[in-house]
Nanobody, 119 residues
Framework: VQLQASGGGLVQPGGSLRLSCAAS????????MGWYRQAPGKQRELVAT???????NYADSVKGRFTISRDNAKNTVYLQMNSLKPEDTAVYYC??????????????WGQGTQVTVSS
């Protein structure tokens, strides 16, 4: 099982981006999917998570601007980012927590995608 993230890039302040992360392989279910980010010189931090049932959790810094969603049939999680600020600049990593496949994975991480917010 692997996670492949996409959708990062360069955007001006106030702009929008949509990140996607697809889990591939023989997957029965993924309990929680989410996004974390890491800015230069800082620790990795939670952005948002979503359960298989659709329950969501957001960092205070992104509430009202970012929306997380998932497609369970496609084992894919999305992050719609609006009203982007320079402080959102970071490498964004997707997470799959409690992955049920022929092998159980307690946690899997994607490779990261760069988001840069700059004029």
């Amino acid at each position: 099982v692997q996670l492949q993230a996409s959708g990062g890039g360069l955007v001006q302040p106030g702009g929008s981006l949509r990140l996607s992360c697809a889990a591939s392989g023989n997957i029965f279910a993924i309990v929680v999917m989410g996004w974390y980010r890491q800015a230069p010189g800082k620790q990795r931090e939670l952005v948002a998570t979503i359960t298989r049932a659709g329950g969501t959790n957001y960092a205070d810094s992104v509430k009202g601007r970012f929306t997380i969603s998932r497609d369970n049939a496609k084992n894919t999680v999305y992050l719609q980012m609006n009203s982007l600020k320079p402080e959102d600049t970071a490498v964004y990593y997707c997470l799959a927590d409690q992955v049920y496949s022929p092998t159980y994975y307690p946690e899997l991480w994607g490779q990261g995608t760069q988001v840069t917010v700059s004029s």
